[in-house]
Structure formats: structure tokens, C-alpha cells
């Protein structure tokens, strides 16, 4: 199987096949919530990574569909991060421009203690991202996150 492929196998198949699996039994329950994990990415690609963006492009419209399919039944929240210092790719711990880790997990934990839980989760430096299209800087926000394209 080619990297791509288990891109997507595990990173949007995954989610789907385990929150189908789980659907049932988190329907019977009082205060189920399922939360997916996409990215800034969903809204403006990164070029050089165009299967993940991909990804979590179709994980933010899987939540979205989902969100309105178990309305009144389970809540649907997506998370939606910014890059951050973690050691899944080389560089990317030490990279200034990312989030710390620990600034990550910090303001995650603050967004979800809000009343009534946002629908999304927008984590620091995802805003721009999120809006970029419907605020008319689409073009401008992709040469940002791609400056390779300049």
C-alpha cells in the first residue's frame, strides 16, 4: 500500500469506521460527544502535503454531515488544530513558528470548559485558516502557509 493510501486508511477511515462502530452505544448514552480531529489544513491546503490536507478536508465535512445527522442525540464537535511542536515529522518539534505542545493542550483544555461546548474547536492560528475563503483572503492565506510559492 502506497503512503498515501494509509494516509487515508488511517487518518479518515479510521475515524469514520470507529465512529460508526460506536454510534449505537454512544447514542444510548446521556452526554455522548464525539470529537474529530481535523486541522487548519481542512480550509487551505499545504501543497506540499496534499493527501493530509485532503484528509482533513473530508473530515471536516464528515463532522459537519455527522453533526446534523445525530443532532438532539449526540454531540458532534470538531477540533480543529494549528501546527504544533510534536515529533511526528522531523523538524517539527523544534519548529519556533509551531505551537508548543504545551500551549497546545492548554488551550484545548480552556475551548472545551466553555458553555455550551463550541461546535468547533479553534485553536490559536486556525481562524485565519477556517475564514480565509468566506473573507475573501483565500489566495492571500495560501502564499502565507506556502511560501515556497512566492
Known amino acids: ?25 454512544l447514542g444510548r448514552q446521556s452526554d455522548a460527544v464525539i470529537v474529530n480531529v481535523s486541522s487548519g489544513l481542512a480550509f487551505v491546503p499545504l501543497v506540499i502535503a496534499p493527501t493530509y ?11 459537519e454531515s ?10 458532534v464537535i470538531e477540533l480543529v488544530p494549528p ?12 519548529n519556533e513558528r509551531f505551537m508548543s505542545l504545551d500551549a497546545f493542550a492548554d488551550q484545548v483544555m480552556t ?8 461546535r468547533e474547536i479553534l485553536v490559536e492560528g ?11 483572503h483565500f489566495d492571500d492565506t495560501l502564499a502565507a502557509i506556502n511560501p515556497f510559492l512566492k
Open 1 to 25: 500500500m502506497g503512503d498515501a493510501e494509509a494516509s487515508v486508511t488511517s487518518n479518515m477511515l479510521g475515524p469514520i469506521r470507529l465512529t460508526n462502530a460506536l454510534i449505537e452505544h
Open 53 to 63: 490536507s485532503a484528509i482533513t478536508a473530508a473530515i471536516h465535512n464528515y463532522t
Open 66 to 75: 455527522l453533526r446534523v445527522v445525530l443532532k438532539g442525540r449526540i454531540e
Open 83 to 94: 501546527a504544533v511542536q510534536t515529533t511526528l515529522t522531523p523538524g517539527q518539534q523544534d
Open 111 to 118: 475551548l472545551f470548559q466553555q458553555t455550551p461546548t463550541p
Open 126 to 136: 486556525t481562524g485565519f485558516m477556517r475564514n480565509a475563503e468566506a473573507e475573501g
